[in-house]
């Protein structure tokens, strides 16, 4: 799809089965390529029929992390409509810990304890979302224009984690691709973990998994997992190494330059943990641009069967820009 494109979005809204109210309900934002005719009801309405040219889209799933707001992503959506995908960010206002309320990508910690990891998703409100996204798909402006055979979640920070414990098809077959930046299969000893536990993921797609050099929320957070950060195992790198065996192919990738927030643009220094970042050494324009490219064609590869996008990432692995420090691949006999 050209880069050109004209992107517009929707909003909506679902509830989310087992949350209290009034904390129960996500509000999302469906982006989609847009053909605009200039009528009088578009002008007067705001709403522009979709661009139906390139036939079915696949969806990507964008999941926030821990009080980082949809609009902090909505320039990686709108690259992903450019890129051939309709795109899905949402916001939900949830419990993050007891008495402790924020904008959540919907991790339920109690799918995370050593007693009942494994046994269902802790994405709690990725179903919820993905269901909304069928609605909008069965009627309306977008009737027919999703493809909701073919989705990829993508997560940030917790969100990321939310991924790696979620995109299995035993809970979510219709999810094809999983990416988690800046994100790993750490679990917390206030859920009940011994110190430095790595969980399993049990992802059963292709798996990319994205650091920064200069990510210094997770080093603040080591002490969440009973560790050192000074001496640890690169959490990433652990993930990459130990927890994702049951992973059809699974790719390493580190940032030169970045931060944990790479991801998020703009940033809110209200709110999250920002505060608590590494300082960028590298133009975060250009890690965004790396990034984009990185995760456009493992999703297109992935998504849409695209031999093009399948030799770039290749490429991209055998030849990395100088933006990225690191870069490892892993593809299962299977494959």
Wanted: charged letters at 20%; a negative charge; aromatic letters at 8%.
């Amino acid at each position: 799809m050209s880069a050109d494109v004209s992107v517009r979005s929707i909003w909506s809204a679902t509830r989310v089965p087992g949350a209290a109210a009034p904390y129960d309900t996500a509000h999302l934002r469906l982006f989609y390529p847009a053909a605009p005719t200039g009528t009088i009801e578009e002008r007067m309405s705001g709403f522009i029929a979709a661009d139906r040219s390139a036939g079915t889209l696949p969806v990507v799933l964008i999941l926030s992390g821990i009080n980082v707001g949809q609009d902090s992503y909505r320039w990686l959506a709108v690259e992903m409509v450019k890129a051939g995908f309709a795109a899905v960010t949402y916001d939900w206002v949830g419990e993050l810990f007891p008495g402790q309320y924020g904008v959540t990508p919907g991790l339920d910690t109690a799918a995370v304890t050593p007693e009942t990891y494994g046994t269902k998703p802790s994405g709690s409100a990725v179903a919820a979302v993905i269901g909304a996204v069928d609605a909008l798909n069965s009627g309306g402006l977008l009737e027919g224009l999703l493809d909701t055979s073919r989705v990829a979640l993508v997560g940030h920070s917790a969100g990321g984690t939310v991924v790696m414990q979620s995109a299995s098809s035993q809970w979510f077959p219709q999810v094809r691709a999983a990416v988690a930046l800046c994100a790993h299969t750490g679990v917390s000893t206030m859920l009940g973990w011994e110190p430095d536990t790595h969980v399993d993921a049990p992802v059963t797609c292709p798996m990319l998994l994205v650091g920064a050099t200069e990510d210094g929320v997770m080093n603040a957070s080591a002490v969440r997992y009973g560790v050192d950060a000074a001496t640890r195992r690169d959490p990433i790198e652990r993930t990459f190494m130990d927890s994702l065996g049951s992973s059809r192919d699974a790719t390493y990738v580190v940032l030169q330059g970045a931060n944990h927030f790479v991801a998020a643009d703009p940033i809110d220094p209200t709110s999250a943990r920002a505060f608590l970042d590494g300082e960028a050494s590298t133009d975060p324009a250009h890690s965004r641009a790396v990034l984009v490219y990185l995760l456009t064609n493992f999703l297109r590869s992935n998504l849409c069967a695209d031999g093009e996008a399948s030799k770039k990432f290749d490429e991209f692995v055998e030849a990395p820009p100088a933006e990225v420090q690191e870069v490892r691949r892993r593809v299962a006999a299977t494959n």
